[in-house]
């Protein structure tokens, strides 16, 4: 559909990064109506996942990373389309390689190998817990009360994660 339709970009293409598709939805629909989207589409993520948690594999050693297609109706109702268990992350376009490139960024940041997080984290770069033994409400007040990835936080992590490292750093030279 988004490839024929009238106006579509071969360089570019037609995706658009969440926020600003829910900055577009607002100036249209006002800010209740898209919370209300959003928290109904935060609800089918979680009711996907409850309906199928006995048969995932709950293995603290691995992760596993899906893809939600959605459609929105006229009526700003979600529709679920599929669920990808291994989501496509090839990219089409230089904007699909950042959003890709960053997705991934986050999803490590989540995973936390580096052991940095505490764990009582609601955000972390474009992912928001939005459940934790019942539906978990942002931290931060704001108008639109879900944000699915429309806040992220990346760059200003990795600015103070390398500031932390370079202190560390010179810290370490100056005790030699």
Known sequence: VQKTAPGYDKESGCKWLIDCLKRFMISVHGPDKVNLLFYEIQLLIIRTLQAVQKVIMNDKH?????GYD?????ALKPWLIEVNASPSLTADTASDHELKCGMLDDLLDV????????GDEVQIGGFDLIFNGSHVRPARPMSVQS????YNDRVQVKQKAQREHLK???AQQAAK
């Open 111 to 118: 995973v936390d190998i580096e052991e940095r997080r505490a």
């Open 62 to 66: 691995c992760f596993e990373l899906y």
């Open 70 to 74: 959605i459609m929105i109706d006229d």
């Open 147 to 150: 944000c699915l990835g429309c």
């Open 168 to 170: 560390a750093r010179a």
